[in-house]
């Protein structure tokens, strides 16, 4: 399994930590991914290396026209694509991946989560 994240610059260890016990530990997830650009955010990065996450950077034009269960207003206008976090799941995740867990938010706002299978 793999998460696809999406969050804002503002984001916290605390923000993954918190998605990581609602979601990522249910569907045994191993591998992290979000765009090239936010793979680099200090939080993010620290977050994979102190779980023993593998990171996955997949590119922001890929996810461009990728169709996702859940629309989110805010990815939409900043982003141009319907769900960031979806979209890279599914991309990270590669041919015949499926969604097992939609688009969620952390308690604080500042990130989304959601889960791919793939085979």
């Known amino acids: 399994m793999i998460a696809g994240f999406g969050f804002q610059n503002s984001v916290t260890e605390k923000s993954f930590n918190n998605l990581k016990s609602k979601f990522m530990l249910k569907y045994n997830v191993n591998l992290v991914a979000t765009t090239s650009e936010k793979s680099k955010t200090k939080a993010f990065v620290d977050f994979a290396r102190k779980n023993n996450f593998k990171i996955i950077c997949v590119s922001h034009k890929d996810l461009i026209g990728i169709k996702t269960i859940t629309h989110s207003d805010k990815s939409k ?37 959601a889960i791919a299978e793939y085979e």
């Open 77 to 113: 206008r900043y982003k141009d694509i319907d769900c960031f976090c979806e979209a890279v799941a599914l991309i990270a995740a590669g041919e015949n991946a499926k969604i097992i867990q939609t688009r969620e938010i952390s308690d604080d706002r500042l990130a989304t989560i």
